[in-house]
């Protein structure tokens, strides 16, 4: 039970260290039959996106259920509540396809 602001930070912190990794990460041209260098290169690209998909994996429910929580806070978001939670699922799927 870490909390969903410590949660929220953690996944976007796994986020940022994963993307960073993979810009990082050269594909330069490889000598002929340097399978080691090949295999470093895999081996990098593996753990940023592993990294950068447990970032997104935990921010993707986070996401929602901290939109569901503010719009409980008033009676008057609460009305709103639906409207909130289907804009949340909705914009990741805009920034999945614009990604």
């Known amino acids: 039970s870490l909390g969903r602001r410590l949660g929220s930070c953690l996944t976007n912190v796994l986020m940022l260290v994963g993307a960073i990794m993979l810009t990082a ?10 399978t080691r260098a090949c295999h470093q290169f895999f081996w990098w690209i593996f ?18 259920s901290i939109a569901s929580e503010r719009s409980l806070a008033t009676k ?24």
């Open 47 to 64: 753990g940023s996106y592993l990294l950068f998909g447990i970032g997104v994996g935990g921010e993707y429910p986070l996401s929602a």
């Open 76 to 99: 008057q978001t609460a009305l709103k509540r639906g409207r909130d939670v289907l804009l949340t699922f909705s914009c990741q799927g805009v920034g999945q396809n614009l990604g």
């Open 25 to 34: 990460a050269s594909p330069a041209p490889f000598e002929d039959g340097d």
